[in-house]
């Protein structure tokens, strides 16, 4: 008899669990209507507008129609660029100057390939986005459909998290689950792969699967049955009410141990420095909050990524060059967000007398290259910016060796003399590209944004402008991407819109994203653009020529990029030689142009300095 009941009770299970995977219990307790209009799309749409997405960056394709058609009727702005790999840009800028998650929706195939060097230069530079694609059908996958690849495969070591719907009830909550992974612990990009079948209305599924009613012969019953068990599933439960209320974020906080610990050592320095990392502007903690806490403590502090500018253009505290020559001889460093990677030397710039406080959300980041050429004396897994506020809570009335901080800024003086005296040296050819930028940087209001995406001239931007406020540089961060500039400028404009917006272009890297000026014209969104155009890729030309007495594949032309912009809706400026002694107010006119709602692009012709000489483009 028991055997009688086990063996009941099997088939029972194995019956049960068919019904699961055929979605045969679904159909049983969720009744579909035929007749229904509704689609994926619109549940897409209102996820997305729980979580207060403002944007959805985009270039068009059938597999996601009718997302994008459901989120502007929800009042999401949809805005359409001229390459995928921007949209994601755009949304990675979104994020930065946000809070929020930025989201990007392109294509199956192609549009998701193209968006690959974006999604990874988020994921290094630890910004929450969530990128949509397109798929083929759940039932055509594997089969020759258009546009048809393992795109999982592809996303997966790029992504924190990555999803595919199978069933359309499944779309709120595996939206809500991946951005709320993408805005947890350490940020980074998810992936939520959309087959097509899951996101239109009933009646066009059914039709393009090809169900036949009038089915005839038992094979092609067999197959109607099976097709027909398909798409109810699919759309089971789809429509019933759902809650689309975000997660909230998971963010790691140091202790009150860990603060103590840290506070006893920062309190016996006498010469502590603080290195503030891209992470450290990441939310909940407000700027404010963490700019007063830094003023408090009064340390001087260097600061780099997106961290630059949050401290204005003239801090006591805040110094711009010889962060070497103030490492060596500090005897407490802490790194807030920093990363001893390439950046820091892998750590070598640190000195073995000094204790290292380090901070970071993510625990392979936090002690990165340890033991090597540096030891953190305390290591916390937590949010840098939080830790700074408790930090100077714990420290009230502890304020940094103003001995120390004038030591630094002789250094700081000195170095900013020479770079304006190295200014002011004529080149062999064309401009003086130190001399233009330190004009330009003159001429910034307040509210610039300064977009970085180039290599010889952006670096050399790096060393001498000052970004004016917290969020006022953005750069690509540690992947080292070319072609960030008209993506970042776009998500720039739209969240900051009093913002005069400035890409900083090198002429190889202005190649990459100057059609964007369309997609600036036709959204009325005007930026800013200055070419330093030198007829090469002079980062590379540095050490090539040197190492191997070779200028191949390092040479371009002086290409008339003012024409280009022009072609694209934008206003195009000449700047070079003839001109010299009217950089200011060839600036000022490109502002005046900008002002009416133009967008303009200054080709700057410049010469060869040999400012930075020395420096490794690897």
Partial sequence: MCLITAFTLIILGVLLYTAFKLGIINRILYKVDQNTTQHGGELVAKTLKAHNVDYIFTLSGGHISPILCASENEGIRIVDVRHEVNAVFAADAVARLSGKIGVAAVTAGPGLTNTITAVKNAQMAESPILLIGGAAANLLKGRGALQDIDQMSLFKSICKHTASIRYIRDIPGTLKKAMHIAQSGTPGPVFVEFPIDSLYPFHLVKREIGIKDDSKSLVQKLISLYLNNYLYSLFAGAFVEHDFNPLKPKIPQANTNEIQMAAELLSKARKPVILIGSQATLPPTPAGD???SLQQLNVPCFLGGMARGMLGRNSPIQFRHCRKDALKEADVVILAGTVCDFRLGYGKVLSRKSKIISVNRDKKQLTKNSDIYWKPTLAIQADPSSFVVELAKALKGFSGSQDWIEQLRAKDDAKEDANKKKALESTEIHL????????????????????????????????LMRPPTFGSWLDPGAFGTLGVGGGFALGAKLVRPESEVWIIYGDGSCGYSIAEIDTFTRHELPILSIVGND????????????????????????????????????????????????????????????????????????????????????
């Avoid at 509210?447 to 790096?462: E, H, K, M, P, R």
């Fill in 290 to 292: 963490l700019i007063e």
């Fill in 432 to 463: 003086n590209p130190m001399k233009v930028l330190q004009t330009l940087d003159k001429i910034l209001p307040d509210n610039a944004i300064l977009v970085a995406d180039g290599g010889d001239f952006v670096a050399t931007a790096a060393y």
């Fill in 535 to 618: 007829a090469g890729w002079t980062q590379i030309a540095r050490d090539q020529v040197v190492f191997f007495g070779s200028t191949v594949a390092c040479e371009l032309a002086f290409t008339d990029y003012d024409k280009v912009a022009e072609g694209f809706g934008g206003k195009g400026i000449r700047l070079d030689r003839s001109n010299d002694e009217n950089i200011e107010e060839i600036l000022q006119k490109a502002r005046e142009e900008y002002a009416k709602g133009k967008s303009v692009l200054i080709n700057c012709l410049i010469g060869k300095t040999n400012f930075r000489e020395g420096s490794i483009s690897v």
